[in-house]
């Protein structure tokens, strides 16, 4: 950025209203938001401009008020329609009881953490202004460290950022697949079908099969996926294509993954589920599946069985 010339501009953009006395105490020249200019802090950025809100507002009478930097930047976030909120902080973010850090929360989810905050701390004003702020239309709300140099570049430009964010849409959500989707489900099978760890799948038959398929999405990309095949008039149906990124394993998405599966089979009055696999028996074993023979497959399965790849057949009976 050495020798860029830019332009930082600021202004009485925030208007306010005093706090006035509370319980007793004369709040004197402290005050709370009233707006924020939005159309002429927009007018500003069009022309190249940066804007600099400091915590400070401007009453109609000329009246100057000291404000907390984070209701500022919550009222300037919703009045801009802002896409990010990020808040800067002692903290690295939210952390569970075990002490690790808590990559995503609804407003909901972090009102246990503000609650449990100390009254009038930079996390409880932090969090209390990205659970407003997450409320009211800003897309995605971040507390980030400001001791972390990088914090800032890595919440912006990796895929999985740092911090805590909050936010009322879910960043990673698992739901059916669409056809929108293949194009990721062939990225994401391509590495293990070439391992031989999964049975290679045409872009033709997944788009025949794609109602049968969920997929974890993670920011708009595929991370996991699964399927459930029927068989007519069977009362068991097959548990196919479980997969994850390399990236997002040891999170329990496969297990989430074969949860759902289960779920659908239950809506479909499927008795059991049944899977064939070269790699991962062991996994399964331990998720409740039990070691068959290739006779306890519908007979469709059976003429189909490839007895080249020798894959082991696993049955779960749905309770």
Known sequence: MHGVDLSVISGNLVTAKPLGVREGV???????????????????????????????????????????????????????????LILLGESDGLANEQGALLRQLSPDEAEPHLAAAEQGSELARHLQAACAAAREGVARTHLLCWRNHDALLGELFTRDGVG?????????????????????????????????????????????????????ERDGMVIGCAALHAFPQADIAELACVAVHTSYRGGERGERLVEAIEQRAHRLGVGAIFVLTTHTAHWFVERGFASASIDDLPLLKRETYNHARKSKVLIKTLA
Not at 177 to 186: C, E, F, K, M, W
Request: charged residues 30%; glycine residues 8%; proline residues 4%.
């Open 164 to 216: 805590t964010m909050i936010t009322q849409h879910r960043y990673e959500q698992l739901r059916p697949a669409t056809l929108n989707d293949i194009a990721g489900l062939l990225e994401l099978l391509e590495p293990l079908e070439r391992r031989g760890m999964l049975v290679a799948r045409s872009r033709e038959r997944l788009e025949h099969e794609i109602d049968d398929y969920l997929v974890i």
């Open 26 to 84: 004369d709040f004197d020249h402290s005050g709370e938001v009233r707006r924020v200019r939005a159309g002429a802090i927009e007018g500003l950025l069009e022309k190249g401009s940066l804007v600099l809100l400091p915590p400070l507002g401007f009453s109609s009478t000329g009246e100057v008020f000291d404000l907390d930097a984070a209701e500022v930047a919550h009222h300037a976030a919703v009045a801009l329609k802002a896409d990010k």
